[in-house]
């Protein structure tokens, strides 16, 4: 592998100087909070999506003091629409962590930082390398694939074996000194999504491209290898919305664990089960159905789900027996200022000028 790994990371840095991001809001400085916060975005979820909800998530929670005295719900409501909001839930939770335990100092050490929640090895790695310049490689999707085709490592990513060769060759080609590995770390990514993409990669701009073996093999889209892609399967459900006289309509918070866990939605009706009857047996009142709003599609990672939506009135003094510290009564044009789920987001506005 030696003559493999001559001339790498010089290629590689090289190239970073004239064609890397280097104005991406993150890198204004090295805070470790703000490194940390767009590690944690940026993980499944592409730049040019995160940058809004970054800069909105910053100007909210400009530090770890303040993003650990926020409620849940606040730090939920600038995550809306990003998804995988677990990301959201551990930020939140290693935030009170660094307050309490780390003075309110992003750590500095390995050992301490992939401790925090939500923070694997690549994640700590990276955000050790941008903040504090320490020599970790990083292993993202866009890494692990400009190294699968360089070095030819065939095999399941996913798999614990191929994971490990991946780890031994980006450690070996990684600078010696924590700022060229820093340079190199974020070089590596820039490649990984500008050149080294999953289809059509551009392997004739690559600087990396003579000692290429997918190159050179003529189908380096080929790796890394992927498992072949399974239909996902559907499922559908009732959304209640319920309606008092005031307009109001009913949310519920929903487990912590689960799809939009944590997030604020609308009570949710098995196919096969009766809305009204639903209504009655969970909530223990009477009510009269309206006109069902159009069914929305949305999809997850690994299914699609089609939501019917249906309306039903009740009275105001039933309103008033419905109540608690996981249900809220909102009115529809008026933000809540909570974690929603994209679909409930959707059905409000849609509510705003329906009733």
Not at 97 to 117: K, N, S
Not at 220 to 227: G, I, K, M, Y
Request: one cysteine or more.
């Amino acid at each position: 592998m030696n003559t493999r790994v001559f001339g790498f990371s010089r290629a590689v840095l090289r190239w970073y100087r004239v064609h890397g991001r280097h104005g991406l809001p993150w890198q204004r400085d090295r805070d470790p909070y703000r490194i940390w916060v767009s590690e944690i975005m940026l993980q499944q979820t592409q730049v040019v999506t995160v940058i809004p909800y970054y800069e909105r998530f910053i100007l909210r929670f400009p530090d770890i003091a303040r993003l650990a005295r926020a409620p849940i719900d606040a730090v939920l409501d600038h995550w809306t629409g990003l998804g995988y909001y677990a990301r959201a839930r551990n930020l939140h939770q290693a935030a009170r962590l660094i307050q309490h335990d780390h003075g309110g100092v992003f750590p500095d050490t390995f050992e301490a930082v992939i401790a925090l929640p939500g923070i694997g090895r690549s994640s700590a790695g990276a955000i050790l390398s941008f903040a504090y310049h320490r020599r970790h490689p990083v292993l993202d999707g866009n890494v692990r694939r400009v190294l699968a085709r360089y070095f030819a490592i065939e095999g399941d990513p996913g798999q614990i074996a191929t994971q490990e060769a991946l780890w031994d060759r980006v450690s070996a080609v990684l600078p010696k000194t924590g700022v060229r590995a820093a340079d190199f770390n974020q070089a590596m990514m820039d490649l990984g999504a500008l050149l080294c993409t999953r289809a059509r990669p551009r392997c004739a701009k690559c600087p990396l491209a003579r000692g290429c073996e997918g190159y050179a093999s003529g189908a380096p889209e080929r790796l890394p290898l992927r498992r072949p892609r399974r239909a996902r399967p559907a499922r559908q459900l009732t959304m209640l919305i319920l309606v008092d006289p005031a307009g109001r309509v009913l949310l519920e918070r929903r487990p912590a664990k689960g799809i939009w866990g944590g997030l604020w939605s609308f009570p949710e009706c098995p196919m096969d089960v009766d809305p009204k009857a639903r209504c009655r047996e969970v909530f223990g009142v009477a009510s009269r159905p309206l006109a069902p709003l159009p069914p929305i599609r949305h999809g997850f990672t690994h299914f699609t789900l089609t939501i019917h939506p249906q309306l039903l009135r009740i009275s105001r003094s039933a309103g008033a027996r419905i109540g608690g510290d996981s249900l809220d009564w909102i009115a529809p044009g008026v933000a809540p200022r909570r974690g929603l789920a994209t679909p409930v987001k959707r059905l409000l506005k849609q509510l705003d000028s329906v009733l």
